[in-house]
């Protein structure tokens, strides 16, 4: 079975730091550019970063470069997203996905497949 499964979220205190992890099973996840996406209550669901197969080239949304890191893990198959200085407006349900290579570069405007069960990050005193 094709999937990817998200982990990692927990609750944590304002400037805190969490890692996400996307574990992919069923195929090779190098092969494949990944996002990050997250959704808060009441929001629509918004590409936070993603990571070509082409060349590595990274995208992060400005709200939050300079804060989180994706990188990916080949021999472990996981992609991971390292959140730190988190802030209270970070608080949403993280998913991966597959997403489009454009150009050699990732591109977060659909992704390819379903979304996953997601992980919860509260940021909160």
């Known amino acids: 079975q094709l999937q990817l499964v998200e982990s990692g979220g927990g609750l944590v205190q304002p400037g805190g730091s969490l890692r996400l992890s996307c574990a992919a099973s069923?195929?090779?996840?190098?092969?494949?550019?990944i996002g990050w996406f997250r959704q808060a209550p009441g929001k629509e669901r918004e590409g936070v970063s993603c990571i070509s197969s082409s060349d590595g080239s990274t995208y992060y949304a400005d709200s939050v470069k300079g804060r989180f890191t994706i990188s990916r893990h080949n021999a472990k198959n996981t992609v991971y997203l390292q959140m730190n200085s988190l802030k209270p407006e970070d608080t949403a349900v993280y998913y991966c996905a597959k997403v489009l290579t454009v150009q050699a570069m990732c591109n977060m405007r659909a992704i390819l497949g379903s979304w996953g069960q997601g992980t919860q990050v509260t940021v909160s005193s």
């Open positions: 069923g195929f090779t996840l190098d092969k494949h550019s």
